[in-house]
């Protein structure tokens, strides 16, 4: 089997929001699982997602973990994209004090800035409002 180093295998799931769908029962996981919760299937297929969704609810982060002090303070929301599946992200280019629920977001690839302990930052992707003309 041919062997990839696991920063270019790791890129497509950066770049692009992947999930797995259960060929058997259809059920979409994110980030991707190997096994379906639901019916017990190992039968998992890549699947993109889309990169509209709405805000279902948030918190702003006032006192973050140790290491992420200067970021503070920063908004952490689970997203529903398009279809339902829920993402737990960080939401940027938006000021506290102006984040809705229900206030509509798209993906947003950034620098990853740090994996940590608070387990929100991380695969490459934010999400951020989707201004209106
Ligand atoms: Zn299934």
Request: hydrophobic residues 30%.
């Amino acid at each position: 089997m041919l062997r990839v180093p696991r920063y270019w295998r790791e890129i497509p799931y950066r770049y692009r929001l992947i999930g797995s769908k259960c060929k058997n029962c259809s059920k979409i996981y994110f980030p991707p699982k190997q096994r379906c919760r639901v019916c017990g299937s190992t039968e998992l297929e890549p699947v993109n997602l889309p990169r509209r969704g709405r805000v279902i609810t948030y918190t702003v982060i006032r006192s973050p973990p140790s290491g992420y002090e200067k970021y503070a303070p920063y908004i952490v929301g689970i997203i529903e994209l398009e279809g339902g599946v829920r993402i737990l992200s960080q939401i940027v280019d938006c000021d506290p004090t102006e984040i809705t629920i229900g206030m509509e977001v798209e993906a947003a690839f950034r620098r990853v800035i740090e994996q940590g302990e608070a387990g929100v930052i991380e695969y490459g992707y934010k999400f951020r409002p989707i201004i209106k003309p």
